[in-house]
């Protein structure tokens, strides 16, 4: 059987799998807590998993070993960005938003402030973030695809993103939140036991001797020292330096206002199993990022990473799949081929994963935050609720295949990277200011919500990834004024201080009466959903 | 249940519930819940970024003290990298600590009494 086949049906097995258990789950959900939260009866161990599952994407397995494999060291700092930030999830959010919340990001600025412009900004926000995610999760799924293949065809490439378009719809209209999670948590365990193995071979290659594996690839790739040292990507001078800062503050505020993370706290039953859940996420995934430490140098170490070379031209993207067929045999020899089309799979299952908790979040955003509250007033029926969450995610995927198909030259750690921006400036400061401050009100909370997600879209558009620059969308133009590609440092800042100066330019004593309540609810638990019993 | 919006669009709440959780917000015991939380959660927090922002502040702007060799070719970057997973786990481990001792049973009491008084 030759090695794409074998890819093949690894990549059917895989889709077989998730669609076998979102048909088991479909049977065990009923109610609206049932699609939106799992019927909040997940341990905090699953939930743990689960979250891993959402949060390690194809940005993360293949885009980060591919990262250290081009520019070493330097692609290493988006690793420790991406965990430290999960203090920021456990210390100030997780816990607090299990208690004030119900099914989605809104629920807990709703519940003290006038719903309609809150629900209105939350879930518009929600939906931004969440297509920027997916568009970076689909391409690169069509990418991965035609390369392990072996074709170079647009119309494949295409098929891929319709494929995986129509799986994420099956998933959440048929399996909802029950589904979603048990696909997170199976992709989560293949995920870890493919990179730990893969970890192992490329240690055993250098006798367990990390120095050496570091030395290794300090010489193969030609670059020598500096090759292990900061600076490659980002040292050139002053502009990429502060570059750096601005992508280093969103990606540690980022995670803790990402929607998809968020909504995962709903699914345990309490405060301390939601805190559980944070813990076996941080346990997992900085294990994880360790072990692409590992895969990214293994890369450079063994592989050819010249400008001309696989890795290189897929922007680092393949550097895992063929680090797997490398250390499993090399190319052409059965373990090789066999170890290529394993690490695929798992890549693929991850995508599948990420793009099915980003469309029930959006999905159940439309229905419950603008369809229920803002359309009905609150007057609509659980059951109608989750109806035309079902059609939303319908919506969502079909928006998100005809985005993602005339998006496929746009680089995939830049939307990553966006969402993060956009995630850190808009809804993070609209949670903590929220959470933490009495006199916080509506207005506060939509000009931070409005204010963060207009200027991160704002400058970006007016960034050198945008226009004039080599790597720009639009080559030929040029109306590029702002000089940073990661508008984190200045729009972040920008979103709590929208957040202020609407607070402080109107009165609303019902949003500080109601805070009493917030506050209470939040800090002891005392009121707070609780779990569905079936 | 449901999210009733009344006519000046915000949620509408039970009553009782609002006088309850009142009540509970003026005990002593949700005054020292507050006070135990932000005494581990505020240095915490400033002591990570602060700690986070060193890093990057370091990998920037001063090279040639990341590049110095500690042993074979494990410089102080990868070091400094390494401790950045090292107190992340840490913290995370001593705050689920701090508060299943210090913060959970004000939490379960206040909880208690809210269940109690509601009913």
């Known amino acids: ?273 939601a805190r559980t859940s944070v813990l076996w996420a941080i346990t997992l995934i900085g294990s994880f990022y360790l072990m692409t430490l590992v895969l990214g140098f293994g890369a450079a170490a063994l592989l050819d990473t010249g400008a001309e070379s696989k890795v290189a031209t897929s922007g680092g993207n393949l550097a895992s799949p063929l680090l797997a067929e490398a250390v499993g045999g090399g190319a052409g020899s059965t373990g090789g081929a066999v170890l290529l089309a394993l690490i695929s799979a798992v890549a693929f299952a991850t995508i599948l994963a990420v793009v099915a908790g980003l469309t029930l979040t959006s999905a159940s955003s439309v229905a419950h935050d603008l369809y229920a509250t803002v359309f009905k007033k609150g007057a609509a029926t659980e059951k109608d609720e989750v109806r035309v969450a079902r059609v939303a995610a319908f919506v969502i995927g079909a928006v998100a295949i005809g985005l993602a198909i005339p998006a496929q030259k746009l680089n995939i750690a830049f939307l990553v990277a966006l969402a993060f921006a956009v995630a850190a400036s808009a809804n993070l400061p609209s949670i903590l200011l929220n959470l933490f401050w009495k006199r916080f009100n509506t207005r506060g909370a939509t000009w931070a919500i409005y204010g963060g997600l207009v200027s991160c879209v704002v400058l970006v558009f007016f960034s050198p990834v945008v226009s004039g620059s080599e790597t720009a969308l639009f080559t030929q133009a040029n109306w590029q004024w702002f000089p940073l590609s990661n508008p984190g440092i200045v729009s972040v800042p920008l979103g709590f201080f929208f957040g202020w100066l609407g607070t402080i330019t109107s009165r609303e004593p019902e949003a500080e009466e109601k805070y009493v309540e917030l506050e209470v609810r939040a800090f002891t638990g005392a009121g707070a959903e609780a779990a569905v019993h079936h | 249940m449901t999210h009733h919006v009344d006519e000046t669009g915000y949620e509408e709440h039970d009553p009782r519930e609002h006088q309850t959780y009142d009540q509970l917000r003026a005990t002593p015991e949700f005054t020292e819940l507050r006070r135990r939380y932000a005494a581990f959660v505020v240095p915490a927090t400033l002591v990570f970024i602060l700690w986070y922002l060193l890093y990057v502040v370091l990998s920037n702007w001063a090279p040639g003290f990341m590049g110095i060799r500690v042993i074979g070719n494990i410089n102080v970057a990868l070091v400094f990298g390494l401790l950045q997973f090292v107190t992340t786990f840490g913290i995370a481990w001593l705050y689920a600590r701090y508060m299943n001792r210090a913060v959970d049973p004000l939490a379960r009491d206040l909880e208690a009494r809210f269940s109690g008084g509601t009913r």
Request: glycine share 10%.
């Open chain 1, 1 to 273: 059987m030759n090695t794409q086949a074998l890819t093949a049906s690894l990549f059917i097995a895989v889709v077989l799998l998730t669609v076998g258990i979102t048909f088991w789950a479909s049977r065990q959900s009923s109610g609206a807590a049932d699609f939106y939260a799992g019927g909040r009866s997940f341990s905090g161990f699953q939930n743990g998993l689960a979250v891993s599952g959402d949060y390690m994407s194809a940005a993360s397995f293949l885009g980060i070993s591919g990262l250290i494999a081009l520019n070493g060291y330097d692609g290493f700092l988006y690793s420790i960005g991406f965990l430290v930030a999960w203090l920021v999830a456990l210390l100030l959010v997780a816990e607090l938003l299990r208690n004030s919340g119900r099914y989605t990001m809104a629920d807990q600025l709703a519940y003290r402030m006038r719903q309609r412009p809150v629900r209105t900004a939350a879930a518009t926000s929600t939906v931004v973030v969440s297509i920027f995610y997916l568009l970076a999760q689909m391409v690169g799924a069509g990418a991965l695809v035609t390369l392990l293949l072996d074709v170079q065809s647009e119309s494949l490439k295409a098929l891929t993103i319709i494929g995986v378009g129509l799986l994420m719809i099956f998933y959440v209209t048929v399996g909802g939140m029950k589904g979603t999670t048990w696909v997170q948590i199976v992709k989560a365990v293949l995920l870890m036991t493919g990179t730990v193995l893969v970890t192992v071979l490329v240690l055993a290659k250098f006798g367990f001797n990390l120095s050496e594996l570091l030395g290794a690839a300090a010489q193969n790739t030609g670059k020598g020292q500096p090759f292990l040292e900061p600076g490659l990507k980002y040292g050139a001078n002053l502009t990429s330096q502060i570059d750096f800062v601005s992508l280093a503050i969103a990606l540690v505020l980022g995670t803790a206002g990402l929607p998809h993370i968020l909504i995962r706290f709903y699914t345990v039953p309490t405060a301390k199993a």
